[in-house]
């Protein structure tokens, strides 16, 4: 097994580009999870990193919105963002890895759309800039349609990734997993600002405790309930799909209304599995 | 298909400097590269936030948008929150 590492985070602009507008204390223990994150990212050792994460109409439209697409460039650039207030970088990819997986994924009947040029925005450089801050690990990016209606079915996004799971069991590279996203947020909408805890909670929960009957058996509806932007869960249900046996645990959790969202930061660790 | 077309205009003001510059010198003349209708084009020109929210633009699409135009979080979400009160 090479996979070395894995976490979900959450991925909300206001981390970087309006940090000062949240409590100082609570942006102090989500810096400090994402420090402990990045040490352990980085004992890994990791060849590359496999990122489970969505886009905000930076590459894709509605005149071709893709469910999976996987980056199989040479670079990515990012952030698209001007507002950021993260560095713009030339993010290496391994399109030798991405085309190992894309292959895995139509042998196991997965057709992956995917792109060898795609640009990176919040949803991937904040997570890459707590992470991987020198942007010096190349990165394979598999975006998941978490924008519009319809997206593919949590159940859908757990087979992928228990099939990317496998098919990296097989690789020669020392892979980490970073999902990205979530958790319950209304980014935007009128609701902006408003976290469902209850939500936030169950799911954090499901994910920790490896409960994969109820991760796989979420609906569109489910989601929808608890914010426009918590379908990027998805991309956690991905990693879980990866990762089963897994051992998880909440490295931070805080609501922060200032950044309109609830934000989590998990690790696994295959200890467990 | 329209709310398509006004989708896209907002879209490419995001994403390409180049139309961002166009948009910003000369709204109206930039909306005539689009299909719009009558009202889509007056709540492009105006900046509208509340008419654009209400008529479906997608928030991730609107919210970049207005932050380019240097519209703070508190009167981007009164506009739109505005909107959705005045509604029947």
């Not at chain 1, 902006?192 to 409960?211: C, T």
């Not at chain 2, 910003?24 to 105006?46: G, H, M, N, Q």
């Amino acid at each position: 097994m090479t996979l070395e590492f894995a976490c979900a985070v959450s991925h909300a602009p206001g981390t970087t580009a309006w940090t000062e507008a949240a409590p100082k204390e609570t942006v102090e223990r989500i810096h400090s999870g994402y420090r402990r994150l990045r040490d352990r990212l980085a004992a890994a050792e990791p060849d590359v990193v496999l990122a489970f994460t969505n886009e905000h109409w930076n590459n894709f439209f509605l005149d071709h919105m893709p469910a999976f697409c996987i980056g199989r460039g040479a670079h990515f650039a990012g952030p698209v963002e001007v507002w950021l207030k993260v560095e713009k970088a030339k993010v290496p990819g391994d399109p030798e890895l991405a085309q190992a997986l894309i292959d895995s994924c139509y042998a196991a009947g997965f057709d992956v759309s995917y792109s060898d040029e795609l640009a990176l925005d919040h949803g991937t450089m904040v997570p890459l800039h707590f992470l991987t801050p020198e942007m010096d690990v190349p990165v394979v990016p598999l975006f998941t349609n978490a924008l519009v209606a319809p997206m593919p079915t949590p159940a859908r996004c757990y087979a992928l990734g228990a099939a990317l799971g496998q098919a990296l069991a097989n690789s020669e590279k020392r892979v980490a997993l970073v999902a990205t996203g979530g958790l319950s947020h209304w980014p935007g909408e009128a609701e902006h600002g408003r976290i469902d805890r209850a939500f936030d909670d169950r799911f954090v929960s499901d994910m920790v405790e490896d409960r994969a009957d109820r991760l796989r058996g979420y609906t569109h509806e489910d989601i929808a309930r608890s914010g426009t932007g918590t379908h990027e869960v998805r991309n956690w249900i991905l990693l879980r799909g990866a990762i089963p046996g897994w051992r998880g645990e909440v490295v931070t959790y805080e609501e922060v209304p200032a950044w309109a969202t609830g934000y989590g930061l998990l690790a696994f660790d295959k200890a467990g599995a | 298909m329209s709310l398509y077309q006004v989708q896209k205009l907002i879209r490419q003001v995001n994403r390409n400097p180049a139309d961002r510059e166009s948009f910003k010198s000369d709204r109206a003349s930039f909306s005539e590269r689009f299909e719009l209708t009558p009202e889509e084009r007056e709540a492009v020109i105006a900046l509208d936030m509340g008419a654009l929210y209400a008529m479906g633009v997608h928030a991730l699409l609107l919210r970049p948008f207005t932050i380019l135009h240097g519209v703070s979080e508190p009167d981007y979400l009164d506009a739109i929150r505005a909107h959705r009160a005045e509604a029947p």
